[in-house]
């Protein structure tokens, strides 16, 4: 394959970057991550396939404070590699490229203390709403007691660590689970988990056809 594709990619995405204020700490940071990410992806037919394959596995070398960033340059960075001018306006126009990082993360924590404070933990109204909603339409489709416990313990988590978010919006969400994903360090648990927050999300954001959104073949298990 012709390495010209990736650096005619890289300086394109950071050229419209620029042009939309992206400071000059963020164009390096990303820069770091986006040399890195082309090492890998050199040799690779420029397809989705490909690109998850590399994007995991580059991720696993990036540390766990890292991860939103990272993730964010990979998602918005794909078009430019394939060259799909029309995915690129897309999300020049919803969600548009984020050059104005936000300074909240969720409150650190591991796994274990996050699972263990499950037991205990009391949820607010506007929290129970959708975990219930989330239940009811697991257990509509026929999912196991088992299939809807775990489930619904997985979207406590995410509740949980969007607790201090400053704004309960898409983007919270979006860095809440980023930021949870390096706590999983067994890859079956974190494509279950990821499976979850694609499906919980639309109950989250009182999306009207959720339901419709749960235990459907090829539910997203990949990190992008």
Same mark, same amino acid.
């Given at each position: 394959?012709?390495?010209?594709?990736?650096?005619?990619?890289?300086?394109?995405?950071?050229?419209?970057?620029?042009?939309?204020?992206?400071?000059?700490?963020?164009?390096?940071?990303?820069?770091?991550?986006?040399?890195?990410?082309?090492?890998?992806?050199?040799?690779?037919?420029?397809?989705?396939?490909?690109?998850? $394959? %590399?994007?995991? =596995?580059?991720?696993?070398? &990036?540390? /766990?404070?890292?991860?939103?960033? @990272?993730?964010?340059?990979?998602? *918005?960075?794909?078009?430019?590699?394939?060259?799909?001018?029309?995915?690129?306006?897309?999300?020049?126009?919803?969600?548009?490229? $984020? %050059?104005?990082? =936000?300074?909240?993360?969720? &409150?650190? /924590?591991?796994?274990?203390?996050? @699972?263990?404070?499950?037991?205990? *933990?009391?949820?607010?109204?506007?929290?129970?709403?959708?975990?219930?909603?989330?239940?009811?339409?697991?257990?509509?489709?026929?999912?196991?007691?088992?299939?809807?416990?775990?489930? &619904?313990?997985?979207?406590?988590?995410?509740?949980?660590?969007?607790?201090?978010?400053?704004?309960?919006?898409?983007?919270?969400?979006?860095?809440?689970?980023?930021?949870?994903?390096?706590?999983?360090?067994?890859?079956?648990?974190?494509?279950?988990?990821?499976?979850? &927050?694609?499906?919980?999300?639309?109950?989250?954001?009182?999306?009207?056809?959720?339901?419709?959104?749960?235990?459907?073949?090829?539910?997203?298990?990949?990190?992008?």
């Amino acid at each position: 394959m012709n390495e010209m594709r990736e650096k005619e990619a890289i300086d394109a995405y950071l050229k419209l970057l620029q042009t939309k204020g992206a400071s000059s700490g963020l164009l390096h940071k990303r820069s770091l991550f986006l040399d890195q990410l082309a090492t890998n992806l050199r040799g690779h037919a420029p397809d989705g396939e490909s690109y998850r $394959d %590399v994007v995991e =596995t580059v991720m696993e070398s &990036v540390p /766990a404070d890292c991860w939103h960033d @990272s993730l964010t340059t990979a998602r *918005e960075f794909y078009p430019f590699w394939v060259k799909d001018f029309k995915a690129i306006a897309a999300i020049n126009i919803n969600p548009g490229f $984020d %050059v104005k990082p =936000t300074d909240w993360k969720p &409150v650190q /924590a591991t796994l274990k203390l996050l @699972s263990d404070s499950l037991e205990t *933990e009391k949820f607010e109204a506007s929290e129970n709403w959708p975990l219930k909603a989330y239940t009811q339409a697991l257990r509509f489709e026929g999912a196991e007691q088992s299939l809807v416990d775990t489930r &619904v313990k997985l979207a406590k988590i995410i509740l949980i660590r969007l607790r201090t978010a400053p704004d309960k919006d898409n983007k919270a969400y979006r860095v809440a689970v980023d930021l949870t994903l390096p706590l999983f360090t067994i890859k079956h648990s974190r494509r279950l988990f990821l499976v979850v &927050v694609r499906e919980f999300y639309h109950f989250w954001s009182g999306n009207p056809n959720a339901a419709s959104m749960v235990l459907k073949e090829g539910s997203g298990s990949t990190l992008i």
